[in-house]
């Protein structure tokens, strides 16, 4: 029930942030444009954008942005605040759902156990800020929820998490390709300063200036090179040094530096789908519980689907741990052993390798060869 209602909430903060996203659509308008189409069409303006434009005009400035209509403030006030609800909604049944040691009586012995500095809780946080200064942004920070669609199909997130799997080692990749682009621009405010135009957004007057071009222009896309427009740059032997420079880098950055990221990037791809297919392998041919395979019961005589639904039901082990942690009464030797193996993460009460059937079957084999 806690995982449906928290669903609930993921849905409702998406689906309010973008009804408000299309209502921003109609409201934010420039007036002049406004102006101009209402003119042309011989048509007179609506009530609300006639409203801005005098009220621009008695201010004696120009004014570029929401234009509401009747009753949009009241309509964004109601919806902010059910956002806002919406919202801690959500982060109490997620707390709820994930941190369920989290007891209403008070009980000394029990701690909470939460990780504070876990990214998703920092998500949660920016969820809520973003939605209070929502109202007072006349809805435009309700862009930032459109990102919450990737919590709502699991697609989305293996796509994000695949991507960010090699994060760490993708940004090492972001001083090395500074460092190139600095040694380029160097080189280019030392011997060809000079062919830069200020026309085409290209400075070079300061070493500065020059880094700034050049990382400015690899990030765009080319055939290879920077492309800069080379002024008084036009003999063949400019030709050469022009082949080398764009040569050169277009190996260093764009063949080599490019890959690699693109390299990491499938290979975070291929990672998290060896996982997942490991993942459900082991799901079916491999019992939770003890570890054992399915081949090796059949060939023991031991049914699987008896195995894994009787013997070793996962989620009996699970009910047992949660009665282990919530109960306020005294425990017997054993469950008190288990509890604190299970406090310590230590699997060694599992039947790590071994079934009873088993055991079974090799005691009475034991017996009938004595």
């Known amino acids: 029930a806690v995982v449906s209602t928290q669903s609930t909430g993921d849905w409702l903060v998406f689906l309010l942030a973008a009804f408000m996203q299309l209502w921003l659509l109609r409201e934010w308008v420039d007036m002049s444009y406004a102006t101009k189409q209402a003119a042309d069409a011989e048509e007179p303006l609506p009530r609300h954008i006639a409203k ?34 919406a919202c801690i909604f959500l982060g109490i049944s997620y707390f709820v759902a994930n941190y369920h040691r989290i007891s209403l009586r008070f009980n000394p012995t029990k701690k ?39 919590t709502l199909f699991d697609l989305l997130r293996r796509v994000i998490q695949g991507a960010t799997i090699h994060a ?39 070493l500065g200036q020059c880094l700034v071009t050049v990382l400015k222009n690899s990030l765009r896309p080319s ?39 693109t390299s990491l990037i499938l290979d975070g791809f291929r990672q998290l789908k060896a996982e997942r297919e490991r993942a459900l392998k082991d799901m079916k041919t491999l019992c939770t519980v003890c570890g054992l395979s399915k081949d090796q019961l059949t ?59 088993i055991d079974t079957k090799l005691d009475l084999e034991s017996a009938n060869g004595t």
């Open 52 to 85: 801005c434009i005098e009220a621009s005009t008695e201010a004696n400035t120009t004014y570029t942005g929401v234009c509401p209509s009747e009753g949009f403030y009241f309509c964004l006030i109601c919806m902010g605040v059910v956002h806002m609800i």
């Open 112 to 150: 909470m156990a939460i990780n504070w500095s876990a990214f998703y809780h920092f998500y949660l946080l920016a969820l809520l800020i973003c939605s209070g200064l929502g109202i007072w942004t006349d809805g435009v920070m309700y862009c930032f929820h459109l990102f919450h669609i990737a």
């Open 223 to 261: 055939s290879g090179g920077h492309n800069y427009s080379w002024t008084n740059r036009t003999t063949f032997k400019d030709l050469w040094t022009r082949l080398l420079i764009d040569a050169s880098f277009w190996i260093l950055f764009t063949i080599i530096g490019l890959n690699v990221v």
């Open 299 to 357: 060939s023991n005589g031991i049914s699987w689907a008896s195995h894994v639904d009787r013997d070793h039901n996962m989620w009996s082990y699970i009910t047992f741990f949660f009665y282990l942690q919530e109960h306020d009464g005294k425990f017997s030797a054993v469950e008190n052993e288990v509890l604190q193996k299970f406090n310590k993460a230590d699997p060694s009460f599992l039947p790590n390798g071994r079934c009873i059937a």
């Open 168 to 206: 760490d080692q993708l940004l090492v990749c972001i001083p090395f390709a500074v460092i190139i682009t600095y040694i380029y621009a160097i080189i280019y405010f030392f011997f060809f300063r000079e062919m830069f135009n200020p026309d085409k957004m290209e400075y070079c007057e300061t």
